[in-house]
């Protein structure tokens, strides 16, 4: 079975701390994704990468980097966290470039909340 | 912009009945995929049914089936014979082919099965 992993299921950082979300695929995927969800606006990418030390923009990139040294591993980043980026992150991850029939997995999440 | 529009934040159906959620989506693009994802409160994301775009025959799977309307830009899932275990957020997602796997989702529906 394919495996999205996402290191910490709940953390809890105070205001300005800087924030790694860290996740690892075992399938050897090259496209992974971020994604934040919150109540009533469903989920919303972040940031993309379809190969290591590439990434694209998402759709709410603002207050987030992402690094991707690593086939298996994509990490988001909050530099300075603040209270409105409290919230759930999704990672994913998918095979194939431009092949969009791919199913993509999901992990199973990790709840942030800034104080 | 590329929206998904999912216009019923909530849906109850009765044990062994059928539910239909909704689901519209604008792109100008002619070739994607249209997903339903199923969360349950595990937070697990699961694929439920995925439609090629080019296909006009609506996809199935045992209790779930969509009407996919591509004129109309309208692909909604049908649950048959719900069960306790289909109470979930539904996701509606689409993706196009330009940068592989990029899904784009509505903001979700609440279905709650009653026994």
């Known amino acids: 079975d394919v495996k999205v992993t996402q290191s910490s299921r709940y953390l809890v950082k105070r205001t300005g701390e800087k924030v790694f979300l860290e996740c690892v695929q075992d399938m050897d995927h090259e496209n992974m994704f971020w994604y934040r969800q919150d109540p009533g606006l469903g989920l919303r990418l972040i940031y993309f990468?379809?190969?290591?030390?590439?990434?694209e923009k998402g759709d709410i990139p603002e207050g987030y980097s992402v690094s991707r040294e690593k086939k298996e591993r994509f990490s988001l980043i909050l530099e300075s966290a603040s209270t409105n980026q409290t919230s759930m992150y999704l990672c994913a991850s998918a095979a194939g470039a431009r092949i969009v029939g791919n199913t993509i997995y999901f992990g199973e999440g990790s709840w942030l909340t800034v104080v | 912009a590329q929206t998904v529009t999912q216009s019923q934040p909530e849906m109850s159906v009765q044990e062994a009945e059928t539910v239909t959620l909704s689901c519209t989506y604008d792109t100008s693009e002619s070739d994607y995929y249209l997903f339903w994802y199923k969360q349950p409160p595990s937070r697990q994301m699961i694929l439920v049914i995925r439609q090629e775009a080019y296909k006009q025959q609506n996809a199935t799977e045992n209790r779930f089936s969509v009407n996919f309307q591509k004129a109309a830009k309208s692909f909604s899932l049908k649950i048959s014979d719900s069960q306790l275990g289909d109470a979930a957020m539904y996701f509606c997602?689409?993706?196009?082919?330009?940068?592989?796997?990029?899904?784009?989702f509505g903001a979700g529906t609440i279905l709650r099965v009653k026994s």
């Open positions: 990468s379809y190969d290591v030390k590439m990434k």
């Open positions: 997602a689409y993706r196009l082919l330009q940068y592989g796997n990029k899904l784009v």
